[in-house]
């Protein structure tokens, strides 16, 4: 019985030791291959990982050393998608991914004479491009700076977006990411200057070559125009100004006006029917020094001729006022001929 029971027991026995023996040697230089790194795993990768659905791609497995000659199989899950033999170079594997079952996980297998390696696996994701974002802007101002809010989002296009801010295409913020369809936001304080400001922003998610910008939105020139309240808080005062520059004026020139107008009713009288407008006025001080000067004065006065076009002159006398004991004789006025005017020399 025991023996009948320790047959086969031996036999396997047997037969295992030897299948051991002849793989460990197969093993051991797989082994040896894989410590002395001659044989490393190879990689799969791809340009991009994140795509659009129906996108082809290029796989691509590599294997680090050149001067195998290795075999390369191409697996998605447990499906075994193709063989390639080459040395040097990594194997490309076209691929189209049209459907959730083709987004992976792949895998790659190299093989060298026994000895074989599996790489990472590797899976794409599928994602939609973003629409062109809309790019909303606020702004309030104060006297010397305005303060503006801008708003960037994209309506379509898978999470997260990236949000960029230009100004006339350099950028003025950080890459503001959103992980929620909501709107980037982002503050911006300016001076006031004259010009026209324009302001665009860029959406960019995980697709690469898909990102889009917005319609330019120009800011209004932050010149006069651009301040609607300004104007409403300056009319009132401008008018104010305006009704006292008026009334000043009337004010002045009224008497003044006045004054001429009676000065113009009594020449008449003495020059006939043209009032003397325009004429050539000659300072003859010094000729008046010359001839009246009063003895033991300063001969300051002085006389204004005027002529006018009819050959008419007039002279007007400004006399200065001296502050002198009177003599009988002194007391005398001075009669300048033609103009009928006789300005009488003031002494006290
Ligand atoms: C590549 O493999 C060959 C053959 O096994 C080996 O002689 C060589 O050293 C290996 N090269 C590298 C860089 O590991
Ligand atoms: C993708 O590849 C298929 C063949 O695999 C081809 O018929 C198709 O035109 C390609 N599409 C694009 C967009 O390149
Ligand atoms: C190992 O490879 C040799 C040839 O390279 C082949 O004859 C042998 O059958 C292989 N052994 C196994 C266990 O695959
Ligand atoms: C701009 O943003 C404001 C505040 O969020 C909103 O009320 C307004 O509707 C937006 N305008 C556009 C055109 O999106
Ligand atoms: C958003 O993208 C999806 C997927 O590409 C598309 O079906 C949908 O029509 C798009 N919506 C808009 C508003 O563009
Ligand atoms: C921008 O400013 C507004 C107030 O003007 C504030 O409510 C908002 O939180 C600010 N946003 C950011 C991103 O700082
Ligand atoms: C988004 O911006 C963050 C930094 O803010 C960056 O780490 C990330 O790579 C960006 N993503 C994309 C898709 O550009």
Not at 149 to 160: D, E, H, V
Request: glycine share 6%; aromatic share 10%; net charge positive.
């Amino acid at each position: 019985m025991w023996c009948h029971l320790n047959k086969p027991f031996f036999m396997q026995q047997f037969v295992g030791i030897f299948s051991l023996l002849t793989s460990q040697t197969a093993a051991l230089d797989c082994e040896t291959m894989k410590k002395t790194n001659e044989f490393p795993s190879p990689k799969v990768y791809s340009e991009t990982d994140v795509i659009m659905k129906g996108q082809n791609v290029s796989l691509f497995c590599s294997n680090q050393n050149k001067s195998l000659q290795i075999t390369y199989v191409m697996f998605r899950g447990m499906k075994h998608l193709g063989t390639w033999d080459g040395k040097g170079e990594p194997m490309i594997f076209n691929l189209r991914i049209s459907e959730a079952g083709d987004l992976g996980p792949y895998k790659c297998k190299t093989q060298v004479s026994n000895c074989s390696r599996y790489s990472q696996e590797f899976s794409f994701t599928f994602a939609n491009p973003v629409t062109t974002p809309v790019l909303n802007i606020s702004a309030f101002q104060t006297e010397t700076a305005r303060y503006i809010t801008l708003r960037c989002i994209s309506y379509n296009g898978s999470l997260p977006i990236n949000y960029t801010f230009f100004e006339k295409d350099v950028a003025i913020s950080p890459a503001i990411s959103k992980n929620v369809r909501e709107p980037a936001e982002f503050n911006l304080t300016e001076r006031i200057t004259g010009e026209r400001e324009e302001y665009r922003c860029k959406a960019k998610n995980r697709l690469p070559n898909h990102a889009k910008y917005s319609q330019p939105f120009t800011m209004p020139s932050t010149g006069g125009d651009s301040c609607p309240f300004c104007l409403q808080l300056l009319l009132p005062g401008l008018l104010l100004l305006l009704i006292v520059i008026i009334l000043m004026l009337a004010f002045w020139i009224l008497p003044k006006y006045k004054a001429r107008k009676a000065m113009r009713d009594n020449a008449p009288r003495n020059y006939g029917n043209k009032p003397m407008e325009v004429g050539i006025y000659a300072n003859v001080c010094q000729n008046q020094a010359d001839d009246k000067s009063v003895p033991g004065l300063e001969p300051r006065q002085c006389v204004s001729t005027a002529q006018d076009g009819t050959g008419h002159s007039k002279e007007i006398h400004y006399a200065t006022p001296v502050f002198q004991e009177v003599a009988q004789g002194d007391h005398e006025a001075h009669n300048d001929c033609k103009t009928g005017y006789v300005y009488s020399e003031l002494v006290l």
